[in-house]
């Protein structure tokens, strides 16, 4: 059973849905019934809004998101990049060991189903351009220039 709760925040509604005590799923937008937050998604809400005060720079919480593989290696790399730094593609792809598969560990991050927390918006391309991000571009740059210091965001 799992539940979901909807939250505002400087950057427009998250959904977030907990199962088992663990975080599985933080998307942009409101998506599906709004459920009272538990006592992991109390938590996360207050780590959010931590890191959009600009007072948190890592999180805290019991994730369990759901992919092969591939994708959790490449989902856990992410969580790797320190706050406030970038990666390539190409980057991460070596970081896991599998240098020859920059467009696959891109792929991996689009299906990234714990925004934020697991930092896909860290990932930029090989010429330092801001490349998919399933927020869009303008809230990539935001969260960017939020961990740069240079963005207030509440």
């Known amino acids: 059973m799992s539940t979901t709760t909807i939250i505002n925040s400087p950057i427009g509604p ?7 005590g663990a975080l599985v799923r933080l ?14 998604l109390r938590r996360a809400i207050g ?18 998101p759901n992919g092969t593989e591939f994708q959790l290696a490449c989902w ?7 706050y406030g730094e970038t990666r390539s593609y190409g980057e991460q792809a070596a970081r896991i060991g599998r240098p020859d598969r920059a467009r696959a560990v891109g792929a991996a991050n689009g299906a990234n189903p714990i ?6 918006h860290r990932v930029i391309g090989s010429d330092g351009s801001l490349v998919g ?3 869009g571009l303008e809230t990539k740059r935001r969260l960017l220039d939020l961990e740069a210091g240079i963005l207030t965001l509440v």
């Open 47 to 64: 780590q959010l809004n931590e890191y959009f005060a600009g007072t948190r720079r890592e999180f805290d919480l019991p994730l369990a």
């Open 133 to 135: 991000f399933g927020g």
């Open 14 to 20: 998250l959904t977030l849905t907990e199962r088992d």
């Open 76 to 82: 856990q790399a992410l969580t790797e990049i320190p």
């Open 27 to 40: 998307s942009f937008g409101a998506h599906g019934p709004c459920d009272p937050p538990t006592p992991v």
């Open 115 to 120: 925004a934020i927390i697991q930092p896909c």
